[in-house]
């Protein structure tokens, strides 16, 4: 999406049916940089009393990285049409390797909220890359199938990420120079493939009318995707450490949640070609309304592990099932400007969430009362959507 999206000139030339070969490129990349950033999400708020920075800041960072990630959802679209898929990858993660190397030396709170912006930047760079690169489809089958692989893979990486916290910690420099050495390796499958999306042709990009005739309960379910997810990796690290679970305990709850979203993700893919989407949409948010009535009812580490494993098949899920309603009417040459608008609405819920619920967190719960209301609110809103749409269609 460009900073202005009235054009229609095409922006990123791309592939409507990459090769296979070229597919498992990209996803070795993204694998090895979700293990590198599922460990830095958690790493960061568990670490800040040991550089002296207070734990209230943890929501400050979090936002900063995902106002990043909204500036880059505007912004990357011409990096990649200048110099490519695969140029742009290795550039984007290099970057945020840069950005990862200041926090352990710069530990002023100023320092920090600005690597974590341009590290936000960077992976939304990283993200336009991947799923412009794979999920352009001929058909919304395609599409979904495309999307839920790659869902796969970088949660997958994610929770292989979050169990790092129990092998180095988080304190000192170690875990930094981890994370930094894994988005290295990243780039190596890039750095020596050859490996490009196939040109068939200009991808346009969304004139402002357009977007405003995208399917807003899309919208809305991307964007409460980044307000979950964007508290999920700013806020819960610390919320469990406040509620007296250890390093290693800590590992394990994250783990749960993201493990908890890969495993939903092939029943996802099903199930959207199947049924309602937005109705889909209303189930997985109820889905993460009981999961939060399970943590309230029982305190025990099972039953915590269980609750937010259930947390992250809904909050995992909402993005994918939102993604592709948005693209089930649109023609190929503007999925990839579609996609951008959605990661604009994840970045905006993914900015404000973190702040918001570091309100809630004063009290018992907090953050679990936030989830709570979030996704009940967007339950009842999806509800009446399918509702309302249903009766347009017997109406028509």
């Not at 970057?95 to 939304?124: D, H, K, M, N, Q």
């Not at 979950?228 to 806020?235: A, D, E, H, K, S």
């Amino acid at each position: 999406m460009n900073k202005g999206i009235g054009g229609d000139r095409a922006v990123i030339h791309n592939t409507s049916a990459p090769h296979h070969d070229s597919v498992l490129i990209p996803v070795a990349g993204l694998t090895l940089f979700a293990i590198a950033s599922g460990y830095l999400m958690s790493l960061i708020p568990l670490s800040l009393g040991s550089f002296a920075i207070g734990s209230e800041y943890a929501g400050w960072l979090a936002s900063a990285y995902y106002v990043g990630l909204l500036l880059g959802s505007m912004l990357i679209e011409p990096v990649i049409a200048r110099i490519g898929h695969r140029r742009s990858f290795i550039l984007f993660a290099l970057a945020l390797a840069a950005t990862v190397v200041i926090l352990p030396f710069y530990t002023e709170l100023s320092a920090w909220l600005v690597s974590r912006l341009l590290a936000g930047f960077a992976v939304a760079g990283i993200f336009v890359v991947i799923e412009s690169w794979l999920l352009i489809g001929d058909n919304p089958a395609i599409r979904a199938k495309r999307l839920s692989f790659y869902m796969t893979a970088l949660y997958g990486g994610t929770t292989l990420g979050q169990l790092a916290i129990g092998v180095f910690g988080t304190a000192g420099v170690v875990p930094f120079a981890v994370v930094i050495a894994l988005l290295l390796i990243a780039v190596l499958p890039l750095l020596f493939s050859d490996a490009q999306p196939v040109c068939h042709g200009g991808h346009k990009s969304l004139s402002l009318k357009q977007i405003f005739r995208l399917s807003k309960p899309a919208m809305v379910g991307c964007m409460t995707s980044g307000i979950v997810m964007g508290t999920i990796y700013g806020l819960m690290p610390l919320a469990l450490q406040e509620k007296q679970y250890n390093t290693e305990q800590v590992g394990g709850l994250m783990a749960a949640i993201i493990l908890g979203g890969m495993i939903i993700q092939p029943v996802i893919s099903k199930l959207s070609s199947r049924m309602s989407k937005v109705l889909l949409l209303a189930m997985v948010s109820l889905l993460g309304v009981f999961a939060m009535g399970m943590i309230y009812i029982s305190g025990h580490y099972l039953v915590m592990v269980t609750g937010l494993a259930l947390l992250g098949m809904s909050s995992f899920a909402l993005y994918p099932v939102a993604i592709t309603l948005a693209c089930d009417t649109l023609t190929a040459n503007v999925i990839v400007a579609a996609t951008q608008v959605m990661l604009f609405c994840y970045s905006i819920g993914s900015a404000a969430g973190p702040l918001v619920a570091g309100q809630f967190m004063k009290q018992p719960d907090g953050i679990m009362n936030f989830f709570f209301v979030v996704l009940l609110s967007t339950a009842i809103y999806m509800l009446l959507s399918a509702v309302r749409r249903k009766s347009h269609i017997l109406a028509s």
